[in-house]
């Protein structure tokens, strides 16, 4: 975990720095009073020293951005949370009303909450897409399936119960699980990190649609624009559709994106109507089948999904058929 560079008292009293030594290095400038026990080194980091002047700890979206987790920009606020015998100006987070969250968030002794507690507090500040994305995000940069996830985080409430059994690790951007979310959410079958003959692996598929949710992060280099053009390219050539979705589009613009998909599906464009176009997606589901097979920790990931995932039929997918997940996981991967 990386070091916020901020302590209480008593752990530097614990790593061996008696008071004398502390307030000798408190008079060089070497450390600094945020309140009364805490104290921060000179490279702090500013957020979360914020949050423990204000009285509390960092927590929720800044904790989990301080963690290097996806997070959906413009929230300004500092996230915090503080125990109730302490004030502060800034209004600290709370997890999603009683009765959903049963277990208590534990005393804070350090100065940025762990995962788990950052998750559960962001419950209150991010909505289910949001949540589930950054649920996403930890698992697959950590390599935790769904249910190491649940016993993270405890006991918790059945709102919490559902979004969680709706995170998926395979997921590679926060904008891929957003848009799977809300395309499953509508009724589609949708396939997760695909993988297609000529092009490699795509973010979501349903039938021969191909949608690639672009992040701001992984596509402003010129590499990625000339990778990403090529593959498109590729795509058609061999008979796939791709829609390519920027950050906006899919944070700010979902009712346009919704649309142009229903336009394609309702026509039946996504579906694979010949022989040719059949077999494009039938090696499109060995070729994503044979790729798990070789990655231990990919095909470890799939079980635990799997082994975890209530089994829930999709209402009148206009996908490739109604189906199970585990029909459709089994089928398309
Ligand atoms: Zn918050």
């Given at each position: 975990m990386k070091d916020p560079g901020i302590y209480r008292r008593s752990h530097l009293h614990a790593s061996g720095f008696d008071d004398k030594t502390i307030d000798r290095m408190i008079a060089a400038g070497d450390l600094t009073r945020l309140r009364s026990g805490w104290l921060a080194a000179k490279n702090h980091d500013l957020t979360a020293a914020a949050a423990v002047s204000d009285g509390g700890v960092l927590t929720c979206v800044d904790a989990l951005r301080f963690h290097e987790l996806w997070v959906p920009v413009g929230r300004r606020k500092l996230h915090l949370?503080?125990?109730?015998?302490?004030?502060?100006?800034?209004?600290?987070?709370?997890?999603?009303?009683?009765?959903?969250?049963?277990?208590?968030?534990?005393?804070?002794?350090k100065p940025v909450d762990s995962v788990p507690s950052a998750l559960l507090c962001a419950t209150g500040c991010l909505n289910r897409e949001e949540w589930i994305a950054v649920c996403d995000s930890y698992m697959n940069s950590h390599g935790l399936g769904v249910e190491d996830l649940r016993a993270e985080l405890?006991?918790?409430?059945?709102?919490?119960?559902?979004?969680?059994?709706?995170?998926?690790?395979?997921?590679?951007?926060?904008?891929?699980?957003?848009?799977?979310?809300?395309?499953?959410?509508?009724?589609?079958?949708?396939?997760?990190q695909p993988q297609i003959k000529g092009v490699g692996r795509?973010?979501?598929r349903i039938g021969l649609l191909i949608i690639e949710c672009d992040s701001m992060q992984y596509h402003a280099t010129k590499e990625a624009y000339e990778r990403d053009h090529k593959r498109d390219r590729k795509a058609l050539v061999n008979g796939w559709l791709t829609m390519r979705l920027t950050y906006d589009d899919i944070l700010f613009g979902w009712e346009e994106v919704l649309a142009d998909i229903r336009n394609i599906t309702n026509r039946d464009r996504h579906r694979p109507r010949t022989p040719r176009k059949r077999e494009l997606v039938e090696k499109s589901v060995?070729?994503?089948?044979?790729?798990?097979?070789?990655?231990?920790?990919?095909?470890?990931?799939?079980?635990?999904?799997?082994?975890?995932?209530p089994i829930r039929s999709p209402r009148g997918s206009p996908g490739l058929g109604r189906h199970t997940f585990r029909a459709c996981f089994d089928r398309c991967q």
């Open positions: 949370r503080r125990s109730r015998s302490l004030s502060g100006k800034h209004p600290a987070c709370r997890p999603m009303k009683s009765g959903t969250i049963r277990q208590r968030l534990t005393v804070a002794t405890g006991s918790v409430g059945p709102t919490v119960t559902d979004w969680l059994y709706l995170t998926d690790p395979r997921s590679q951007s926060g904008t891929e699980s957003i848009s799977r979310v809300r395309l499953r959410s509508e009724g589609f079958d949708v396939v997760v795509a973010d979501l060995r070729y994503s089948a044979s790729e798990g097979k070789n990655s231990p920790r990919r095909a470890d990931n799939q079980q635990k999904i799997l082994a975890s995932t």
